[in-house]
């Protein structure tokens, strides 16, 4: 059925065609019916694409190699889930994908916000409808997933390394994070187009640049963790440029999520906000661009394509439409409040900005140098681990430090007398973690050691607030202290929520820390019998099996585990060779272990024909903390995530009092 | 004719009435003109966020106050202006006029 896929994805072309020109006069001639039918359109463009999108299931799950993406990206031995996954596993998939989660978040965005905020979704909607033509025109004219071709007798099968579970929600997840920052862009962009500048666009869109955000930061963890146990290098991020690709719209969001409370609680910033909204937007398609363009080399990335200056038009087209609105509504955008004191809350925030942005700054150098350079002066230059290392240690401390201070600093001004009184136990607690690990022998990384010192900071203020909100809340409301806690969080989901990610955060960094500056790391070349020592382990190397499945020869190196003496068992390492993709991939071995929540982690670097294996041993302490940090991001980002029934009832109120429609 | 030519085609229409969908189903409207907010419905909803957000200064004021975030001192040097602010952002959302700093843009 490749002509109903290309049908299909015409008609959402077309339809997204329509939505654009049909939704821009009706915007400026006021016309409500022609607005409501370039929303149909909008919708009727998903559904178009959902059939596309069901088309190309079909293939991959039926095997059709007449389809030339089937064949190129599975194999008939694929396990089902791998095929599925197949998807976006490609480059036409993926952009198949976008699209249909694109049209999809449109969509809804515009059924949920089209009662309460008509005036801005009549600009969101012609908005919507530009990227998703933008994408549909990638996929009908550059990159279509429904050529067709005679059908070979099995395809070229899947890269080794994707055929991994995380595979299946690492890419959907980072996509859902990337097209999620294209509904605040639309709706700010709207509101600069109709001058209707108020918080109503924040309101709109909190929620899904919240989940943008929470999907791309999981996706990312997903994606280390992929690194980690299938791509056998040792470690979970190498600052590859696709894995930063994912990393910057990140940070600018981070960012924006932070500068927009300023906008609510003190009505500045708004430039900055919006500034930061088309940053975050503009990236995620910069990521897009250098993850399909294949002008980077990545292990990530799709192979060369010719999508390259499309995405680069649409980047430049974009940006320069968004800063001539921003500079057209100037006049609307500028803030009568100052800040009052460089000591307040909102210059907290406003200092976590700059280093974020320095941060992603740093990191978008980092992608772009090597790109400029090979431009220029015709020699690609890499940029090497210790350039992100230097910037992460350079705003990135401080950066965690300031997630401490900021909540202990009151909005508009500080006295120095307050803030010896709030920042004493977490000041007091962080010195003396510090002073305790540098005894303990912990001095040899003085950027870990500020990294557990200032955690200790961060996770003491983020325990003092809870508690003395708790308190406050029990001394006004009485009750007991679990609904008092109950209550603190139902009254300000996105504050606690917050300091739950921030709590996150902390186990983040003390995980990175824990795992890069104070890991271990052996090598030896093993006959069967022989051992090697590693730390406290003692690894002995047993014996080397080999067997066949479906779609690879597994040959596993089992190593006897002995800690202080103490039997823990065996590890297998080893490596797949894979006969369709004719592909070899390390097949790494771990131990975890639950108390210390350190890994041992072994690769079997090379095995000879003799049975001797090459290992390469790591231990890495602390590692399963950045796992675990994800679920506490979760939670927290779903407690920030969650309706909060008193500010829907005094946006309710609001709206009720001036006439204006009532919030959805 | 194969099926999936027959499917394409029953998508074309079925898309084409979905997006005409508006104008069969009123064919004739009484008004045709898309609801918006008045000039003057913007400026007071502005007004009304100033007000929330002074009445949530206020708010703020207290809790830091009762969880020690501030000193007495701090409490009783901020709480006044910030009444006062609160005060004439409800004066002005009631007689309908801008209290910001004439001169100043507005937003």
Redesign the interface.
């Known amino acids: 059925m490749p002509e109903l896929g290309r049908a299909a994805l015409l008609i959402a072309l077309g339809l997204c065609a329509y939505a654009a020109v049909a939704g821009t006069a009706a915007a400026l001639q006021r016309r409500r019916r022609l607005a409501q039918s370039a929303q149909n359109a909008l919708v009727a463009a998903f559904a178009a694409t959902a059939v596309a999108a069901a088309v190309l299931v079909v293939a991959l799950l039926r095997n059709d190699f007449s389809f030339v993406y089937v064949a190129q990206t599975t194999s008939r031995e694929l396990a089902t889930g791998y095929t599925l996954s197949a998807f976006w596993g490609g480059q036409e998939g993926s952009l198949l994908l976008w699209l249909l989660v694109l049209t999809g978040y449109g969509t809804l965005a515009v059924r949920l916000n089209r009662s309460w905020i008509p005036d801005l979704v009549v600009w969101a909607v012609p908005i919507f409808a530009v990227v998703a033509g933008f994408f549909a025109f990638l996929v009908v004219g550059v990159a279509s997933p429904f050529e067709t071709q005679p059908a070979p007798l099995d395809g070229a099968g899947m890269t080794p390394s994707l055929q991994n579970p995380y595979m299946l929600a690492h890419p959907p997840l980072l996509y859902l994070g990337y097209v999620g920052l294209t509904v605040p862009w639309a709706f700010a962009m709207a509101a600069l187009i109709s001058g209707h500048t108020d918080e109503r666009w924040i309101v709109a869109t909190r929620r899904w640049t919240l989940l943008a955000w929470t999907c791309l930061g999981i996706g990312q963890l997903l994606g280390a963790h992929w690194a980690y146990v299938e791509v056998g290098w040792g470690g979970y991020f190498a600052w590859d440029p696709v894995e930063n690709a994912a990393l910057m719209p990140w940070l600018a969001a981070t960012a924006f999520l932070h500068s927009v409370m300023i906008q609510e609680k003190r009505g500045m910033m708004k430039v900055w906000n919006v500034l930061l909204v088309i940053l975050a937007f503009e990236l995620s398609l910069f990521g897009t661009f250098l993850t399909r363009s294949g002008v980077v080399n990545s292990i990530h990335s799709f192979t060369q394509s010719s999508i390259g200056p499309w995405f680069l038009f649409m980047i430049c087209v974009t940006v320069a439409a968004s800063l001539a609105l921003v500079m057209w509504r100037l006049p609307l955008l500028r803030s009568p409040t100052r800040l009052e004191s460089p000591i307040s809350r909102e210059a907290a925030f406003l200092y976590n900005n700059l280093l974020l942005l320095a941060i992603c700054l740093a990191v978008l150098w980092g992608v772009l140098y090597p790109l400029v350079s090979e431009a220029v002066r015709g020699e690609a230059i890499v940029v090497g681990r210790s350039y992100y290392d230097f910037f992460l240690r350079a705003f990135g401390l401080p950066l965690l430090l300031l997630i401490g201070i900021g909540p202990l600093i009151a909005w508009r001004r500080a006295s120095l007398r307050s803030l010896l009184t709030t920042f004493r136990w977490p000041t007091s607690i962080a010195v003396a973690t510090g002073a305790l690990l540098l005894v303990l022998g912990f001095g040899d990384s003085w950027a870990g050691l500020l990294t557990y010192s200032f955690s200790a900071f961060v996770l003491t203020t983020v325990a003092i607030e809870f508690a003395r909100g708790t308190s406050a809340r029990r001394s006004l409301g009485g009750g007991s202290w679990p609904r008092s806690f109950a209550s603190l969080l139902g009254r300000n989901r996105r504050r606690y929520g917050g300091y739950v990610v921030h709590a996150a955060v902390v186990l983040l960094a003390i995980g990175i820390a824990g795992s890069s500056a104070f890991d271990s790391v052996a090598e030896a070349r093993l006959k069967r019998g022989d051992s090697m020592r590693i730390e406290d382990y003692t690894l002995t190397y047993r014996s080397l099996d080999e067997r066949q499945t479906a779609n690879a020869t597994e040959i596993r190196a089992t190593l006897g585990v002995e800690r202080d003496g103490k039997d823990l068992g065996s590890l297998k390492a080893g490596k797949n060779a894979y006969s369709v993709e004719q592909q070899v991939s390390n097949e790494v071995g771990i131990r975890s272990d639950r108390f210390t929540l350190e890994d041992l982690f072994v690769i079997a670097e090379q095995v000879d024909p003799d049975g001797t294996v090459y290992f390469r041993v790591f231990v890495k302490p602390l590692v399963n903390l950045i796992w675990f940090a994800g679920l506490v991001f979760v939670l927290g980002a779903v407690i920030a995530m969650w309706p909060d029934a008193r500010e829907q009832r005094q946006q309710a109120l609001r709206a009720r009092e001036l006439g204006l429609p009532a919030t959805p | 004719v194969?099926?999936?030519?027959v499917?394409?085609v029953a998508?074309?229409v079925?898309?084409v009435v979905?997006?005409?969908?508006?104008?069969l189903r009123?064919p004739e409207?009484v008004?045709?003109?898309?609801?918006?907010?008045t000039p003057e419905?913007?400026r007071?909803?502005?007004l009304?966020?100033?007000r929330?957000?002074a009445l949530?200064?206020l708010k703020?004021?207290e809790?830091?106050h009762?969880?020690?975030?501030?000193?007495d001192?701090?409490y009783r040097a901020?709480v006044g202006p910030l009444r006062r602010e609160a005060s004439a952002a409800l004066r002005a959302l009631d007689e309908g006029r801008d209290v910001?700093?004439t001169g100043?843009?507005?937003?």
Do not use: C, N
């Open positions: 194969t099926v999936a030519l499917l394409a998508l074309a079925g898309v979905v997006v005409a969908w508006p104008f009123e409207p008004s045709d003109e898309l609801v918006e907010p419905a913007q007071r909803l502005e009304a966020e100033d929330d957000r949530s200064a703020e004021l809790f830091d009762r969880t020690r975030k501030i000193t001192e701090d901020q910001r700093p100043e843009p507005e937003g």
